[in-house]
Nanobody, 123 residues
Framework: VQLQASGGGLVQAGGSLSLSCAVS????????MSWFRQAPGKEREFVAA????????NYRNSVKGRFTISRDGAKNTVYLQMNSLKSEDTAVYYC?????????????????WGQGTLVTVSS
């Protein structure tokens, strides 16, 4: 399976961005999908996950209420809507696919990764 992330860019603090992850090679419903991010000089960290069915989601505490993960099976695409962005959200954002039903919060739970898309939030 191949993952293609897009939608990153430069935005002012308080603004919004929507990231997309296009899944190809296999139907996306076979995978739990997640977003991770990696800021300069820091480790990659879990951001949000959505189960295979789309009925269950999970978020890191710092993005709860601001970010929303969703999936469209017909388009084989996963989204991350990011609102009320803060400077600390600046990072390269990666989408990832897991064969687990629920999306794990650890990097090792994912066998497939997209190439990353840069989000820069200016204060």
């Amino acid at each position: 399976v191949q993952l293609q992330a897009s939608g990153g860019g430069l935005v002012q603090a308080g603004g919004s961005l929507s990231l997309s992850c296009a899944v190809s090679g296999r139907t996306s419903s076979m995978y739990a999908m997640s977003w991770f991010r990696q800021a300069p000089g820091k480790e990659r960290e879990f951001v949000a996950a959505i189960a295979r069915s789309g009925g269950s989601t999970n978020y890191r505490n710092s993005v709860k209420g601001r970010f929303t993960i969703s999936r469209d099976g017909a388009k084989n695409t996963v989204y991350l809507q990011m609102n009320s962005l803060k400077s600390e959200d600046t990072a390269v954002y990666y989408c990832a696919a897991s064969t687990n039903f629920f999306g794990p919060v650890t990097i090792t739970g994912y066998g497939y990764w997209g190439q990353g898309t840069l989000v820069t939030v200016s204060s």
